[in-house]
């Protein structure tokens, strides 16, 4: 499967933006999807999840502040981010794991097979 990420922008703090996580090639049903984001001079970080069977997760540093769905029409994986900060500037991946090896999303970004290019998320204080 073939992910192809967007969304990214500049945006002030406590502003929002909705990144979006397009797939082709396959379906993304049986897949768990995750996004993660790197900021310069820092390890890759675990975002969110949503697993196969509709399960999330969320990392500490987002939780409370994003949300994330996915679109089996589309095909498609969304994740929105609000009430952003500085300290939420990385470049932002999606990933896909699957389909079916595991039964809850894995935050360890080793596990992943697929990924997208990155999309740029800077937030100005």
């Known amino acids: 499967v073939q992910l192809q990420a967007s969304g990214g922008g500049l945006v002030q703090a406590g502003g929002s933006l909705r990144l979006s996580c397009a797939a082709s090639?396959?379906?993304?049903?049986?897949?768990?999807i995750a996004w993660f984001r790197q900021a310069p001079g820092k390890e890759r970080e675990f975002v969110a999840g949503i697993g196969w069977s509709r399960s999330t997760r969320y990392g500490d540093s987002v939780k409370g502040r994003a949300t994330i769905s996915s679109d089996n029409v589309k095909n498609m994986v969304d994740l929105q981010l609000n009430s952003l900060k500085p300290e939420d500037t990385a470049a932002y991946y999606c990933a896909a794991e699957g389909p079916y090896t595991r039964p809850s999303v894995p935050i360890r970004d080793y596990d992943y097979i697929n990924w997208g290019q990155g999309t740029q998320v800077t937030v100005s204080s």
């Open positions: 090639g396959r379906t993304l049903s049986g897949y768990n």
